[in-house]
DNA sequence: ATAATTTATCGTAATATTGCGATATAGTTA
DNA sequence: TAACTATATCGCAATATTACGATAAATTAT
């Protein structure tokens, strides 16, 4: 169906899953690595950077600034993007979660 | 089209991105935290807990099970799932790289 | 005001994902 | 061997995602 039962997940669920759906593409994964080395972030220069439409690169702008890992500013005709780290300890500590050693006899 | 130019990326950037793409569903992030917690890790446990078919739990252990999130281990008839932490520094590299200080003037 | 520039949105087409029932497969037990 | 149990796979239908060209919207420059 591709619809997902949304319902029957906790909120802390969903949200971290959300975060990383967002970070599941390899055009936006390239974004926020360009954002990352650049000193400039302007929207007209990712477009000149990665292999993707104007179009394109826009609609995964506005994903990765639903998700709160992105915040534009604009500043003029143009519109200045830099990464948002506030999820960050959110991924992280989902991470280290499942480092808790409790099934380390299990598969080994 | 939902198609995705993968020739012009990096393969450090397919790479993370895939893995972030098993992480980015409720289903697949339930799993990981109910592995997390659980002291056994039996397939059909799993199943007894989320709100999915059987089938649709085994397709999204598949799928974790690809991007080398978990492993499975067969035992008699059943199987024992496990996290897998092998992809784990390279989000956590991935996540501290993004958090490099060259923009902070930038989106204040 | 008009033209130019930059980014966002719309419409469309193609592909991917998700979910489930049904069935197949593999191992266990009687 | 035959029945049983547990998991994987198939086939299908519905929804989601991705990409692009075209166009709209907003700001700046002439």
Redesign the interface.
């Known amino acids: 169906m591709g619809v ?3 319902d ?2 906790t909120d802390q ?2 949200t ?3 975060i ?11 974004i ?2 360009f ?7 302007i929207c007209g220069e990712i477009v000149a950077e ?3 439409s104007q179009a394109s690169i826009s609609r995964h702008l506005v994903e990765l600034k639903a998700a709160g890992l992105i ?3 604009i500043s003029g005709t143009s519109v ?4 948002n ?1 506030t999820h ?1 300890p959110l ?2 500590t ?2 280290q ?4 050693p ?2 380390t006899s ?2 080994s």
């Open positions: 997902t039962k949304t029957t997940y669920t969903l971290v899953a959300s990383f759906k967002a970070l599941g593409h390899p055009a936006r994964i390239a926020l690595e954002l990352a080395k650049q000193t400039t972030c990665l292999p993707l915040k534009g500013t200045c993007y830099c990464i780290e960050f991924i992280n989902f991470i979660q499942l480092q808790t409790i099934n299990c598969c």
